[in-house]
């Protein structure tokens, strides 16, 4: 099982970034994928989650109007349009998967994602 990160960086503010996960090793069609992240210090928070249904996506107040999740089925990764970013969206980002419907797609629980990738460091600059 793996989940790939990639895209984070260094940018300045209101800078835009794109992250990528991409996901094998498990059935992608049972698993709802979610946006983590972790500033130091900090714990770890769910920025954004899709499910499997249209429309079936949230995103935290921190972040509402400016990140886009999306996911491409067939090629079986996730993505994270970052726009309009700030000095505090720095922070480690995480992809992560849980298993529907066993638990809920809109789950903010960490301890019910099966699978995480490794996580890819977003710096923003001020």
């Known amino acids: 099982v793996q989940l790939e990160e990639s895209g984070g960086g260094m940018v300045q503010a209101g800078g835009s970034l794109n992250l990528s996960c991409a996901a094998s090793g498990f059935t992608f069609e049972n698993y709802c994928m979610a946006w983590f992240r972790q500033a130091p210090g900090k714990e770890r928070e769910r920025v954004s989650y899709i499910g499997d249904g249209d429309g079936d996506l949230a995103y935290s107040e921190a972040v509402k109007g400016r990140f886009t999740i999306s996911s491409d089925s067939g090629k079986r990764t996730v993505f994270l349009q970052m726009n309009s970013l700030a000095p505090e969206d720095t922070a480690v980002y995480y992809c992560?998967?849980?298993?529907?419907?066993?638990?809920?797609?809109?789950?903010?629980?960490?301890?019910?994602?099966?699978?995480w990738g490794q996580g890819t460091q977003v710096t923003v600059s001020s």
């Open positions: 992560a998967g849980v298993r529907y419907p066993l638990f809920q797609c809109s789950s903010y629980k960490v301890e019910e994602y099966d699978y």
